[in-house]
């Protein structure tokens, strides 16, 4: 990735006015908005937490409250993210906890080693209990989305995604991932876990479907319990909050799987009664076992956003389950509830939300929701409250004498990181989640003494098999090399077949000298988290499609092939079912790749060593475009039923499948504003001299009246796949894409995703070069200064646009580029995607 440079000066102090227009106090809103999301024919049950409260607790909490100033009140509602305060900034303030997001680590060095994750700790901590000495000493609670497993941190046991742990129906087996996740966890000295996630998901679209163990709530219900004490430790006994322990979060609620599109962050239609039996049912067990936090969804129900509501956070959650522990919100969300802004809302706190994650947005957030309590907009009661579940909850975890993090047991136990008997829980664990769709003629299990060619780009790629929320937020941007306790699934199969006498041999082409018995091809989705991974259909379209044409290839020689499919999600993948004789959904397994060579390999003798079990948690779609598919619809036709799951010794043939695609079914690339294919349909180019009509471009090439910029297809992989940009020097022209309606890229915008531009500069430029989205330009000229002749990728924080005032919902313009002087540049592709980018980076290196 190039490192480039943006914004000028004098555009940095645009950007800071902007950002007064933008935070400005919301107007003032009605405290409790009108209910609009459940009716009371669709109560919740109430609910017996196992926990029960402990009046020596009670009392400590109202003893401090009534030595907390307001200030030191609103602190502890607050949570910033760890890459966007230092300890030093942290200790002025004392904030009641702090997180670690997805892409945030130790110096924001994502592979820093666990030692620097428990040393941080210990200085948040320190700077938690500092002060001046009349003032109470609160800890600091840290918080970590250590969603399967705790595989933020290099070298930590990667449990399967929670779409291959729903799979294994196996809720013993959840509990002591729970356990194990959480030790873990201790030996960094983190507090707090944001899992588990009870989305019941409804689309498949959706990016966030792996999260989810089911798209039925029977197996969520089952699960959430199970988890929640795995985590935390069983109430009642001496397990629970105890040391190797952690405090649990169930996710989002509510209604987060049920969004209309499986759009993420999007509306969830369902009626009162579907929100509490298919999205909500996880809730009910998981306040039962004890769980100490609920996270409030960044989506909506029925219109209204769950940040806002009233009615869900404090009628359904407290007045109806009874929880008493503390709703944190999700990362500045409650930005989204209208009327708000990430650093100003006192809507979320008076509905009934008691900690904000406001990763970056903390210091104005802090300042604005102190004078809302002055002023009592927030009531003074509405604070104590939600600070005093706050303190419970730190009470009950016995944060305030368990030390710093790094004095407390298993800290610093880096040996527990990956430990032979976690590792191998997780195996079980892909073991129990793989599940066998086809398998002709019983050509599975295969026999260890064959010559094995195994094949795909998945063959030996952990952060493929490991997916999104590993090590980074997305999955991507790390090597095998960043997982020192891992095997790939080429690994695997490579020490079981040594072992069983035969030989393997790994082409990621599939070629071999020495024909092969049988041919083994791991591929599938490339690693995504959260709005990322939304897709339109759901048609598996990768952009490289070589893993088919090799499986079609080797058919064709006679050799017969075993698929691994690796996915978040069940996909439409006919032709490869048809090109395979085995084909295995393996989902995301995690660091634990021998599990597969367990399952697909007898033993010596050809009796079955480890048998299938795994079972679908999820539908899998016959078209591209059956999508919602959930078990219990009234027109129910799926490929493979929630449930299904071969054994070996079942007849596992296949009739030849349909490989037909819906018409207008193509596979939209999301993201994509410019590719292989040319603008996505009802786009176009159009080309301006400055102060003149922007021309639409008709046909590949063309150019401005007056000629200064000319456009015409060039070659990069394929014929005419790009396009080369000429200004002849003349005179200030720009070329721009124009969207077909106006483009809502906030969410994007707030996860940090990029312009993402690949490009070859053929001249070099004679005057300075803007890039422009949504009306706004940035000057990138440094960036067009390199080698010319090279394809290189430029990568522009979209957050860099909104500073400089950009409306990030009503984009309809999100590229253009203008120059004055002489310049030749080659573009192949432009997206919105997720970078590596040193964060914040809009100024001029
Ligand atoms: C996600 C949550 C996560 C949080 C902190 C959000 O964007 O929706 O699931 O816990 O970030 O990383
Ligand atoms: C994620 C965070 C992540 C951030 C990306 C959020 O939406 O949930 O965990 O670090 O975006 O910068």
Not at 592 to 621: C, K, M, Q, T
Not at 651 to 680: H, K, M, Q, T, V
């Amino acid at each position: 990735m190039v490192r480039f440079g943006l914004l000028g000066a004098a555009a940095l102090m645009a950007c800071s006015a902007c950002t007064t227009v933008a935070d400005a106090p919301a107007a003032p809103a009605p405290a409790f908005p009108a209910a609009n999301a459940v009716s009371a024919d669709a109560r919740w049950p109430g609910v017996r937490s196992r926990v029960s409260q402990d009046p020596r607790i009670e009392t400590r909490i109202e003893v401090l409250l009534r030595r907390m100033s307001l200030e030191e009140k609103v602190a502890q509602i607050i949570q910033p993210d760890i890459s966007s305060i230092t300890p030093e900034e942290y200790r002025q303030y004392r904030f009641g906890s702090i997180l670690a997001g997805g892409n945030s680590s130790p110096g924001g060095n994502e592979t820093a080693p666990a030692r620097e994750w428990l040393a941080l700790a210990d200085r948040f901590w320190e700077a938690s209990m500092d002060g001046p000495a009349d003032r109470p000493r609160i800890p600091v609670m840290w918080g970590i989305d250590a969603v399967h497993g705790h595989a933020n941190i290099v070298g930590a046991t990667i449990f399967p995604q929670n779409i291959g742990l729903g799979a294994t129906r196996n809720r013993d087996l959840i509990r002591r991932i729970g356990e194990v996740t959480a030790l873990e966890m201790q030996v960094t000295g983190a507090d707090w876990d944001f899992s588990p996630t009870l989305a019941v998901v409804r689309d498949d679209r959706w990016g966030r479907t792996y999260e989810g163990f089911s798209e039925d709530p029977e197996i969520v219900r089952d699960y959430a319990g199970a988890m929640v004490e795995g985590l935390q430790g069983r109430p009642g006994t001496a397990e629970f909050l105890a040391p190797g322990r952690v405090i649990a979060t169930a996710k989002h609620f509510a209604g987060d799987g049920g969004t209309a599109g499986g759009r993420d962050q999007g509306d969830n239609p369902s009626t009162p009664a579907e929100l509490r039996d298919i999205h909500g049912a996880g809730y009910p067990p998981a306040i039962e076992a004890g769980v100490q936090a609920i996270m409030a969804s960044f989506s909506s129900v029925r219109g209204e956003k769950v940040h806002g509501s009233r009615e869900l956070l404090t009628g359904i959650i407290r007045e109806q389950m009874g929880f008493d522990g503390l709703v944190v919100g999700d990362w500045n969300a409650h930005g989204q509830v209208p009327g708000c802004t990430n650093s100003s809302c006192p809507q979320s706190i008076n509905a009934g939300l008691d900690m904000f994650m406001a990763p970056d947005s903390w210091r104005e957030l802090y300042r604005n929701t102190v004078s809302q309590v002055r002023s009592g907009e927030i009531p003074m009661a509405r604070l104590d409250e939600a600070v005093r579940r706050i303190l419970r909850v730190k009470l009950r975890a016995g944060l305030f004498e368990r030390g710093r993090p790094s004095s407390r047991p298993y800290a610093g136990r880096f040996d527990l990181l990956g430990s032979a008997e976690h590792r191998a829980v997780a195996r079980q664990a892909v073991r129990e989640s793989l599940v066998l769709l086809k398998n002709q003629g019983s050509l599975l299990p295969l026999r260890p003494g064959s010559n094995v060619l195994v094949a795909g780009d998945g063959a030996d790629n952990i952060a493929k098999q490991a997916g999104g929320w590993t090590i980074s937020w997305q999955g991507t941007g790390v090597t095998n090399a960043d997982f020192p306790n891992a095997q790939s699934i080429w690994a695997g199969i490579e020490e079981t077949v040594r072992a069983g006498g035969g030989t393997a041999t790994f082409s990621p082409e599939g070629r071999y000298t020495r024909r092969p018995d049988v041919a083994i091809v791991v591929f599938g989705e490339n690693p995504y988290a959260e709005f990322v991974g939304d897709r339109q259909t759901l048609q598996f379209s990768p952009a490289d499609r070589s893993h088919l044409e090799l499986m079609r290839r080797l058919r064709s020689e006679g050799i017969p092939v075993v698929a691994v499919f690796l996915s978040g999600r069940p996909l439409w993948v006919n032709p490869e079912i048809n090109a395979s004789n085995a084909f295995v959904a393996a989902f995301l397994p995690g660091s634990e790749g021998g599990g597969i060579a367990d399952l697909l390999f007898a033993n010596r003798d050809g009796s079955v060593r480890h048998d299938f079990r795994g079972r679908l948690s999820y539908s899998w779609p016959r078209r591209a475009d059956q999508t919602p598919l959930n078990r219990g619809d009234a027109d129910y036709d799926p490929l493979f039923a929630y449930g299904y799951g071969l054994r070996y010794g079942q007849p596992g043939d296949l009739p030849a499948l349909s490989e037909d695609l819906p018409a207008g079914a193509a596979a939209g690339n999301d993201g994509l504003i410019y590719g292989r294919s040319g603008l996505p349909s009802g786009w176009r180019f159009t080309l301006a001299d400055q102060g003149g009509p922007a021309m639409p471009l008709i046909g590949n090439s063309g150019g401005t009246p007056s000629g200064r910029l000319r456009i015409a297809g060039v070659d990069r992989r394929a014929q005419e796949d790009a396009r080369q940009l000429s200004w002849d020097g003349a005179g200030a022209a720009t070329v721009q894409i124009e969207a077909a309606q106006p483009l809502d890229i906030s969410r994007e915008a707030n996860g940090e995703l990029s312009l993402v531009i690949d490009y070859r500069v053929d001249t070099a430029p004679a005057a300075p070069v803007a890039i422009g989205l949504g009306g706004v330009q940035l000057p990138v000229t440094g960036a067009f200064r390199g080698a010319t002749g090279e394809w290189r990728t430029l990568a522009i924080p979209l957050s860099c646009f909104a500073r400089a005032g950009v409306d990030m919902r009503q984009v309809s313009v999100p590229l253009s580029i203008t120059t004055a002087g002489r310049f030749v540049l080659s573009i192949s592709a432009a997206r919105i995607a997720s970078a590596q980018v040193p964060q914040n980076r809009c100024e001029q290196p």
